[in-house]
């Protein structure tokens, strides 16, 4: 028996290998596009477009840097990237993940490695990083939870934990097409980039 196609062809012409990716084939316009189509919770969302992960990510960029003012823009860049293997493998809810088991994790880290060292970042992120962005990532998602996916703000806060008001003050939700939001991603991580010199 042959074995099944584990590697996926990409919009830039690169072929990604899931059991074993390489960041030589990890581009940032195939992650901005791809992202800016996936849905956050599944696409039960409000509005006239799907919250896509693209604009999640943008937003928890936004919300690590509000936390961690004196942040270098690798550990910002960090942060815009903590989704990205989702361009891939697509965004499941945790209740699927948990069901999937400890397979989907090793996915995710093997395409995260590879992504990071595309990027100029260390395969592995430290820590203190990642339990920085992992904490920017549940302000967004009470974000989402309670602005457009139907969550009262007493569900959202068992699930997630309430934010600070002063760390979510004056941030707002965009949705918008996907074009624009992959516009936003690709501008975003090139300004950061250029920031890390």
Sequence with gaps: ???????????????LDLLDPTPVDVEIEDIAHG?????RWNGQTEGEFAYS?????????????????????????????????????????SPVKAAVGPGYDALDQRLA???????????ALPATIRRQIKKADRISAWMEATRIAGFTEAEADR??????????EGLELLLRPPRETRAAYT???????????
Excluded: T
Aim: aromatic share 8%; hydrophobic share 55%.
């Design 1 to 15: 028996m042959p074995q099944p196609r584990a590697w996926q062809k990409m919009l830039s012409g690169r072929r």
């Design 35 to 39: 992202l800016s189509f996936v849905a």
């Design 113 to 123: 490695a590879a992504i990071h060292i595309r990027f100029g970042l260390p395969a």
């Design 187 to 197: 501008a975003r991580h090139a300004d950061l980039l250029a920031e890390m010199g």
């Design 159 to 168: 699930f997630f934990g309430r934010p600070a008001p002063e760390v979510i």
């Design 53 to 93: 992960v693209a604009e999640h990510s943008l937003l928890v960029e936004r919300l690590f840097a509000r936390l961690n003012p004196p942040a270098p823009a690798r550990w910002r860049l960090a942060a815009l990237l903590h989704d990205a293997p989702e361009y891939v493998i697509g965004d499941m809810i």
